[in-house]
T-cell receptor, first 114, second 116 residues
């Protein structure tokens, strides 16, 4: 069974440029999460989807960040415009459903903003 | 809000020895889940072990076991017969079992190095 797939693995951009990250969850997993991991820290939740619906986006900086999961499978996280402080690892995770199910993580995208 | 504390930023141990990583958490909930994740340099966050708070028995997975002390809000990870491949960052994480609040709260991690 394939795991959570993310692309790109690395991205380097200049500040004020837009950037997008893509995530394909494990087949059959209805719940999808985007986490932000700063250097030397644990991941922090940005947004959680149940199928197509964003059910928890309270930690998503909505002035510059947006996300979508149009068909309830793949998801895209976008930053526009990027700032220096956005340099971090962006992790995607999925689980079968909410509640007790374990979350499985992708390899992450390391973003560097110059 | 829940908090997770890992008080050991770095640890090292000789190969084949046993090592214990500490984790404490703070919550007012009675039902929840606790996890240990491993993150090697490849950045892939890998589940090591999971514990349900309602279970008194400590979870075990091969060389990995936990010491879950609910009253003390402590959840330590023991790695027996450590191997070079165990070198990684280890994160303790908490998840509330209440429907609609299923986000993981992570600690700051412990960097574990296994010395040949």
């Amino acid at each position: 069974e394939a795991g959570v797939v993310q692309s790109p693995r690395y991205k380097i951009i200049e500040k004020k440029q837009p950037v997008a990250f893509w995530c394909n969850p494990i087949s059959g997993h209805n719940t999808l999460y985007w986490y932000l991991q700063n250097l030397g820290q644990g991941p922090e939740l940005l947004i959680r989807y149940e199928n197509e619906e964003a059910v928890d986006d309270s930690q998503l900086p909505k002035d510059r960040f947006s996300a979508e999961r149009l068909k309830g499978v793949d998801s895209t996280l976008k930053i526009q415009p990027a700032e220096l402080g956005d340099s971090a690892v962006y992790l995607c995770a999925s689980s079968k459903r909410t509640g007790s199910d374990t979350q499985y993580f992708g390899p992450g995208t390391r973003l560097t903003v110059l | 809000a829940q908090t997770v504390t890992q008080s050991q930023p770095e640890m090292s141990v000789q190969e084949a020895e046993t090592v214990t990583l500490s984790c404490t958490y703070d919550t007012s909930e009675n039902n929840y889940y606790l996890f240990w994740y491993k993150q090697p340099p490849s950045r892939q966050m890998i589940l090591v072990i999971r514990q349900e708070a309602y279970k008194q028995q400590n979870a075990t997975e091969n060389r990995f076991s936990v010491n879950f002390q609910k009253a003390a809000k402590s959840f330590s990870l023991k790695i027996s017969d450590s191997q070079l491949g165990d070198t990684a960052m280890y994160f303790c994480a908490f998840m509330n079992s209440n429907f609609g609040n299923e986000k993981l709260t992570f600690g700051t991690g412990t960097r574990l190095t296994i010395i040949p």
